[in-house]
């Protein structure tokens, strides 16, 4: 039974009001120590941390690669690699932002710390299945570089065949890295869906859902349908190559265009999977740096679930020049403009969400506002590139690569940096240094724009992607993009100085310093182990800034009596004065 | 609520963060569905592509699947319609607390897809004798139809895919089997076998939708 | 509605001669040859028949919770989306000009 449905009757209970404790001696971090007790965790607040680890690190790597191939572009012809060496590097930059970096970041690193903190809920609902998600993750990843040092891949992170089923190289090994990795992701899937559908606090109905939750919601059924596609699709390629099976490979009697649409049918939901979480992120600053109640909710809500709903029926604008039928791209053409309904009513939403809003610009909203103008530019340039014609003449230039880098740097990097500024009190229980975070967010905005801006101009004029050489009239562009690229990579590494920095000399983090009314600021700053000493009843949503914060801060006056010694615990709130609420 | 209350005894296999055994098991179980989404779509790939390449050649698929046996894959079938109906029992037992019985069924069982295993080899390496092999290795002449080979592939790749997922079913009941000769399992709690049970009827399911797409095509 | 639901013997034992009966009408209308696009629809529905057999009865949706059967058919109408696209292209592709 539903716990929120069990406990949604009608008659008055008793509820006891809890003050969080700003810096609690007890906390996740120090309850249990030891590297063993970190290896074998499975807190979902733990796994968390080492998720957003591991896509740091692997952010880290990736971007390296991306400067290596800028540097290389700054010159028409061979600038200080060799050609084969630059097109492993823009495959390892592609696969490893993608499948390492992108897909994980919201919903394995944040998500897992803050999605049951929002649900009132002491863990996910498959706590083990969560570390063994992260074990995957990690496999994978392992086998992936295993491929990059013995023998490299250079078939772009899309694995076309049949380049990728004829061409040397660790095809096989890379793909199967990925393949764990997919797995990784549908583990993650699984464990959010029943998450928040069995384990939501008594209380909390799915209209008090928090729209990061929901946002997880969707991202979370895309991953279950679209990742075991990817997985097959992959594992045929494998096949392919040991077997010569000839699904695929035009030489064995096999249709490389199905391995398009294959592809595709997970590759372009998953652009869904990076960004709708980042979504989720934007509803949670705004509102709470607004001050105020967040504007259509449910429009947000079920626009999610309509952007996981139409990102299946789209995947074919990236085959509008590959040879399928002429009714198909005409079909995924049209299809393809739906998008913009349900991301513009997003938008729209946040922006009324602002109006007459007691807006406080701190440094998780400047970024949300550097989301807003890069993932519009990005948004609309999508709608560009899905008529037909038009894509038929961009198609495979650099005008599809800034689209593509201004709605996944300029939209989910600048979200993700947004949600981590945000919960970063939360996670660490230090405050950063607040000018630096607004200046290096100025830097990353600009140094975004001056990489990327260059290449809707010169991918326009006909410069194609992923080419070594250049004619000469396209070099001005490329070295702007590049002295971009620096300034970009500047700005991430000042992000990461001062948020390392802040862990050793940060101010100690109150428990809500941002005065936010959701769940996860109701408690502990530095969350206790599991999470709530008492099980939290809700009665207020989210974002009712309109409620005085005494309203929040709820809980049953009785131990959850399963022997985790909360008994004490009673004692030292016992002076929560006693409400009545319905 | 259920018939039975387990809300308040707290099995050993109880997990601190449900509120009470119900809520663990339809957990586990929402859960074990979802992950048969996923496994509907892995396997949907490849029906996709069986769908793609029956439509562009349907005379090479009406050809080649004369070359399998249509007893062996209706015994097959048998087979495993009798092992999920052992697989029921085994719940059924549970719920009704007869521990012998729920070890007897889950025996039969494991007995049923060893079977199942046992013939699809004997299918296998006869085919692998006549040169029947998957892919470019494939080398035999009695059909006429130059993507004979693809056929094949479908073959192995799918009926291989279901195997494997055989073999995992029947490593997850040996694991059933040995945790219900510990006693592991009764009224109160027999969660894992209501899971690895729907993961077997979904294995049965997709063998219910391969024998007629490759024994049975006229 | 909990998952608690017991099945009888008689249940399961009715469902599974259902499926084995189901097997042998499938492999026995073989033998008449029903002509071209109707053999492989019979041969489909019989199967779609026993695979809501075992999903109803064996795997207890019958009586389960709802959104467990529509995560079912969930599962089913995106493998559905994925044919059907696909099938908008491999159907309806020009001839490839031979010479060129």
Redesign the interface.
Known sequence: MDTAESSSTSKKIQVQRFKPDDNPDKHYLNEETGLWAWLTTVDHKKIGVMFLSAVTFFFFIGGIMALLVRTELWTPAKTFIEANTYNQLFTLHGAIMVFLFLVPAVPAALGNFILPLQLGAKDVAFPKLNLLSFYLYLTGAFVAIFAILNGGIDTGWTFYTPYSSTTGGAVTTMVFGVFIIGFSSILTGVNFITTIHKLRAPGLTWDKLSLFSWSLYATSIIQILATPVLAITLALIGMERILGIGIFDPAMGGDPVLFQHFFWFYSHPAVYIMIVPGFGVVSEVISTFSRKHIFGYWAIALSSLAIAFISFLVWGHHMFVSGQASLASMVFSFLTFLVGIPTGIKMFNWTATLYKGSIDIKSPLLYIFGFFFLFLVGGLTGIVLASIALDVHLHDTYYVVAHFHFVMVGGMVMALLAGVHYWWPKITGRMYNEVMAKIACGIIFVGFNVTFLPQFVMGSQGMPRRYFNYIEQFQPFHQVSTIGSYILGLGFLMVFYYLVKSLFTGKKATANPWGSRALEWQINTRPPLHNFHHIPVIINGPYDYHKPMEEFQLGLAESTGDGHGQQSDIKVTSDGKEINAE | MADHSSSTTHSRFFQHHFVDADQQFETAKMGMWIFLVTEILMFGGLFAAYIVFRLWYPDLFTQASTQLNTFWGGVNTVVLIGSSLTVAMAIKSAQLNQKKNIAINLGITLALAAVFMVIKYFEWTHKFELGIFPGQFYDFGGIEHEKANVFFSLYYLMTGLHGIHVLIGMGLMGWLLWRSLKNHFDSEYYTPIEITGLYWHLVDIIWIFLFPLFYLIE | M???H????KT??S??AA??AL?IL??GV?YI?IPAPW??IT??G??VV??GL??L???NLYW??R??SM??I???A??G???A??????????E?IPAF
């Open positions: 909990s998952g608690h017991i099945s009888t013997d399961l034992l469902v599974a499926l084995l097997t499938t492999v073989t040859h053999n492989i041969a489909m019989i199967a026993k695979a075992v999903a009865f064996f795997m389960d919770e959104f467990n995560l079912l969930a599962g089913l995106f493998f989306l994925l044919v696209l696909t099938l908008l292209d491999t159907l309806f592709r020009a490839v």
